[in-house]
């Protein structure tokens, strides 16, 4: 409650600049909506905004450019989704065997993680007729394609997969062990295609789709 107040006597009035500590994530849904809305408009008349947070959502939803903090120093800066994408991925990857980011041909940019003995070559959303497709019809059909090169002797290998909305916020996910179709015994040099098929059950917007290897029952 010190919290909420503190941030209601600060926003009371729009100030030059707007410094916000973690403080929207003490409050319930309602309280978010109106401090979100209220940070839209101070920004909207020219207010600078510094926000500070781990909430993936509320970065992406209020934010121009974001700054990923470690160890004293910047670790990250950039466009908010990429730099949550690979904080999240420096959280999942403990090990920190590897934490990359590449720029597609598109402009999008691609974060991995991991140790390597796997990787997904390439990722697909095709129709009933087998086209590989960018945009679909609510309630259409769809198959999920993932094809994974297996560079190393594998005892175990379970494929999750997530779908987020275009704030970086998890819609659905499954992974094979969920789904009893777990792989083991692989050995270097094989290659396996995942397919899910499914209904496109979504609202209209822009999705994406992350996808974790790992051998583990589940997966960050």
Do not use: W
Request: hydrophobic share 40%.
């Amino acid at each position: 409650m010190q919290m909420r107040l503190a941030f209601s006597v600060a926003t009371v009035r729009r100030p030059e600049a707007l410094i916000v500590d973690e403080a929207l994530s003490v409050g319930d849904s309602y309280f978010q909506h109106k401090s979100f809305a209220r940070i839209k408009t101070f920004r909207q008349e020219g207010t600078t905004l510094l926000f500070v947070s781990h909430d993936r959502y509320a970065v992406q939803a209020i934010c121009d450019r974001a700054l990923l903090l470690q160890d004293g120093g910047i670790a990250k800066e950039g466009e908010p989704k990429e730099v949550m994408d690979f904080y999240h991925a420096l959280l999942a990857d403990r090990e920190a065997k590897t934490v990359r980011q590449e720029r597609l041909e598109d402009g999008r940019v691609r974060t991995i993680s991991g140790t390597g003995e796997a990787s997904i070559d390439d990722v697909r959303l095709v129709n009933e007729a087998g086209q590989r497709i960018e945009a679909v019809h609510v309630g259409q059909d769809v198959i999920l394609e993932v094809v994974v090169s297996v560079h190393s002797p594998i005892p175990r290998l379970v494929l999750g997969y997530l779908i987020r909305d275009r704030l970086g916020q998890a819609v659905y996910g499954i992974n094979t062990y969920r789904l009893k179709r777990v792989v083991t015994d692989l050995e270097g040099g094989e290659t396996l295609t995942y397919r899910f098929d499914f209904r496109t059950r979504l609202g209209v917007g822009s999705y994406s789709i992350a996808l974790s290897l790992s051998g583990d029952d589940s997966h960050l």
